[in-house]
C-alpha cells in the first residue's frame, strides 16, 4: 500500500495549491482519508479529514474558509484546495488513510501516511 502526496511548492501569501493524494495497493473507498501538517520545530498536526462517502467532513479551525478537502473514490485519491494561504500555513503536508472513527484527529490513530509534500508560503 503506498500513498503518494504531491502538489507541494512555493507560493506567494493569498495564493493557492492544490494538494493531490493518490492511494494504490488497497482502495480506501470506505475509509476516511485526511490531511496533516508539520511546521518545522513542531509536531505534526490535523488538518482535514473526509469520510468514505464524503458525507462527513472536518477541518482544524486555522483552515476553515480557506481549504477545501475532496475525493474520488473511483480514482483511488483525496485532494486539498488550499486558497488564501498564509506564511503560516508553511509545513509538510501528510496525506493519511483508514483513520479510527472517535479519534480522527489523533495522529497515532491513522494507519496509512504518505511521505509528505512541503508547502512553502512567503510573505
Known amino acids: 500500500v503506498q500513498l503518494q502526496a504531491s502538489g507541494g511548492g512555493l507560493v506567494q501569501a493569498g495564493g493557492s495549491l492544490r494538494l493531490s493524494c493518490a492511494a494504490s495497493?488497497?482502495?480506501?473507498?470506505?475509509?476516511?482519508m485526511g490531511w496533516f501538517r508539520q511546521a518545522p520545530g513542531k509536531e505534526r498536526e490535523f488538518v482535514a479529514y473526509?469520510?468514505?462517502?464524503?458525507?462527513?467532513?472536518l477541518y482544524t479551525d486555522s483552515v476553515k474558509g480557506r481549504f477545501t478537502i475532496s475525493r474520488d473514490n473511483a480514482k483511488n485519491t483525496v485532494w486539498l484546495q488550499m486558497n488564501s494561504l498564509k506564511p503560516e500555513d508553511t509545513a509538510v503536508y501528510f496525506c493519511?488513510?483508514?483513520?479510527?472513527?472517535?479519534?480522527?484527529?489523533?495522529?497515532?490513530?491513522?494507519?496509512?501516511w504518505g511521505q509528505g509534500t512541503l508547502v512553502t508560503v512567503s510573505s
Open positions: 493519511a488513510a483508514r483513520g479510527a472513527i472517535g479519534a480522527l484527529t489523533r495522529t497515532q490513530r491513522w494507519d496509512y
Open positions: 473526509i469520510s468514505g462517502s464524503g458525507g462527513s467532513l
Open positions: 495497493g488497497r482502495t480506501f473507498s470506505r475509509d476516511y
